[in-house]
């Protein structure tokens, strides 16, 4: 007889390049940051928005600015069989503000307060700290005023957000980078600065020099960092508006007590900014954990009235890292379960009612239906930490009862399964 042929093992299939999955043990973390920001958003009256993960590729080409990483490199493009253009969203503030507009949000009073924590999807190199696939918490206020007072508003809920992740030694940073009028004699003066050292620059500096100097400031290339140290600084361009703008910006920031630095070469990567900006960064890593700023122009660029507004967000991925860091092994201890042990087919179908009984009554119970004998289960028991076990066998089944074990002393009791309920909450 010709020998079988011996089956070949099916080839693993590994999660794409950049992405990463986020595993039960992490998933405390990951609750910790939602829950902080839902309570402290909500508290100074932000109120959710979730947007499609996929936009129109325009939406960001027009507003995010077509000499940026994002919209050059980074944004992964999906064309439907219609030859419809679609971008799984970059960022999120564009769609935050195409959702103003087509749900007409104005109608709820200004200011409009949103929140939101998501994903979002960049073509980068993956290193540490970035990924193709990261995940943000959002905060946009959207006023009819241009009031310098939100900026330091959502600085100020931002940074609660962060102290409430027991996260310490942060640093804000703070800049104006002007508006229109005032914004092009120092884009002038920055060309024939670079202009003078252009051989130095890298490559995309050395592409975009003509067409958006400002993106030069945020190269994060080692030569370009250098040479961002001796360019000229927008403050000294600022118009009367602007200036005054900025002026009551670090007042209001004085007030409530909020430290910052300024730095005069900030200006984010995306083209919709004016005015503040700023970053948060953290003692120990080398990367911005937050940041935002001012976008008076974004509405108006997208269909809607001239209305100023002003963002912030944090990378949670980024949030975690420190936390993590600061405060390993910080973990808060989880209830512990009353484990249910099933002996028999009976007692196994009964198990599956018993449990919505307990669900019904808040009694946390956990399982491991799919083992069959008493020894197993009672490991599964022990690896959990469970301090009582129920034993329910086919007697019980039929008797209307379970044996309640101590599982620390050994001893046991039966209980009635009508006051087992009762019986479990004063052992709890």
């Known amino acids: 007889m010709p020998k079988e042929s011996k089956k070949k093992k099916a080839a693993q299939i590994q999660r794409v390049k950049g992405m990463h999955d986020i595993l039960p043990d992490d998933q405390w973390l990951w609750d910790q940051v939602r829950s902080a920001t839902k309570k402290i958003a909500e508290y100074y009256n932000f109120v959710r928005l979730d947007?499609?993960?996929?936009?129109?590729?325009?939406?960001?080409?027009?507003?995010v600015g077509e000499a940026t990483d994002i919209v050059e490199k980074q944004m992964f493009i999906v064309q439907t069989k219609g030859k419809e253009r679609l971008v799984m969203r970059p960022e999120w503030t564009a769609g935050a503000a195409r959702a103003y507009i087509e749900n007409s949000?104005?109608?709820?009073?200004?200011?409009?307060?949103?929140?939101t924590d998501l994903s979002l999807f960049r073509y980068e190199q993956p290193q540490e700290g970035r990924f193709r696939e990261f995940h943000q918490l959002d905060l946009e206020i959207i006023s009819s005023e241009n009031d310098p007072i939100y900026d330091v508003q959502i600085m100020l809920v931002l940074t609660r957000i962060i102290e409430s992740l027991k996260i310490k030694g942060f640093s804000i940073s703070v800049n104006s980078i002007g508006c229109k009028s005032c914004r092009p004699p120092y884009k002038k003066e920055l060309q024939n600065y670079y202009k003078g050292v252009k051989s130095q620059l890298c490559a995309d500096c050395a592409r975009r020099l003509e067409a958006n100097p400002l993106r030069l400031l945020d190269c994060k290339e080692e030569k370009c960092v250098e040479l961002k140290k001796n360019a000229p600084i927008i403050i000294d361009h600022l118009c009367n508006t602007c200036h005054n703008?900025?002026?009551?910006?670090?007042?209001?920031?004085?007030?409530?007590?909020?430290?910052?630095?300024?730095d005069h070469h900030l200006v984010r990567g995306l083209d919709y900014y004016t005015k503040t900006v700023f970053e948060i960064n953290?003692?120990?890593?080398?990367?911005?954990?937050?940041?935002?700023?001012?976008?008076?122009?974004?509405?108006?660029?997208?269909?809607?009235?001239?209305?100023?507004?002003?963002?912030?967000?944090?990378?949670?991925?980024?949030?975690?890292?420190?936390?993590?860091?600061?405060?390993?092994?910080?973990?808060?201890?989880?209830?512990?379960?009353?484990?249910?042990v099933h002996i028999g087919e009976l007692a196994k179908k009964k198990s599956l009612s018993l449990i919505e009984e307990l669900r019904k009554a808040n009694i946390e119970i956990t399982e491991s239906l799919g083992k069959e004998s008493l020894k197993a289960q009672l490991r599964v028991a022990d690896k959990e930490g469970c301090p009582y076990a129920l034993i329910f066998g086919q007697r019980e089944a039929f008797e209307d009862n379970i044996i309640l074990r101590d599982l620390k002393t050994g001893t046991q009791e039966t209980v009635m399964l009508r006051k087992l309920a009762e019986t479990l909450k004063k052992r709890s």
């Not at 949000?105 to 929140?115: D, E, M, T, W």
């Not at 009551?248 to 300024?262: F, H, I, M, S």
């Open 51 to 63: 947007t499609p993960v996929l936009e129109q590729a325009s939406l960001f080409e027009r507003t």
């Open 105 to 115: 949000l104005s109608q709820r009073g200004f200011p409009v307060k949103l929140y």
């Open 245 to 262: 703008h900025f002026k009551q910006v670090l007042e209001y920031l004085d007030e409530v007590q909020l430290p910052y630095a300024l």
């Open 282 to 340: 953290c003692e120990g890593v080398d990367f911005a954990i937050a940041g935002g700023g001012r976008y008076d122009y974004l509405i108006e660029l997208l269909g809607g009235k001239n209305t100023p507004a002003v963002g912030a967000a944090a990378g949670i991925e980024r949030l975690i890292k420190v936390m993590k860091m600061q405060n390993p092994e910080k973990k808060p201890k989880e209830k512990q379960k009353i484990f249910l």
